[in-house]
């Protein structure tokens, strides 16, 4: 069974950092394109960053606006595991964040909470 494992959420102060992981059970994984999700309390689940499978383009990577610069999506495959490396935190990033493979399998979110 192909499943997502997150952790490495918590606390931190504005400005400082977290590194989120997302690890995968079984070696499909590095086929997968793997995304990042949030989703703030009221609001609705936003991407954040994703990347490639290794294969075919290296590991490239994309992020959204909000989070360029600051965030960090990387990969070990021979981990099964993805990454989200955040720096320089701020407040509005404080929601439950997700990862997902392929395109269809969720993991089961970790809470991260930013306070100044």
């Known amino acids: 069974q192909f499943q997502l494992v997150e952790s490495g959420g918590g606390s931190a102060q504005v400005g400082g950092s977290l590194k989120l992981s997302c690890a995968a059970s079984r070696s499909t994984f590095t086929r997968c394109e793997m995304d990042w999700f949030r989703q703030a309390p009221g609001k609705e689940r936003e991407w954040v960053g994703k990347?490639?499978?290794?294969?075919?383009?290296?590991?490239?990577?994309t992020y959204a606006d909000s989070v360029k610069g600051r965030f960090t999506v990387s990969r070990d495959n021979a981990k099964n595991t993805a990454y989200l490396r955040m720096n320089y935190l701020k407040i509005e990033d404080t929601a439950v964040y997700y990862c997902?493979?392929?395109?269809?399998?969720w993991g089961q979110g970790t809470q991260v909470n930013v306070s100044s």
């Open positions: 990347i490639s499978s290794a294969p075919r383009s290296a590991g490239t990577t």
């Open positions: 997902r493979a392929c395109g269809f399998l």
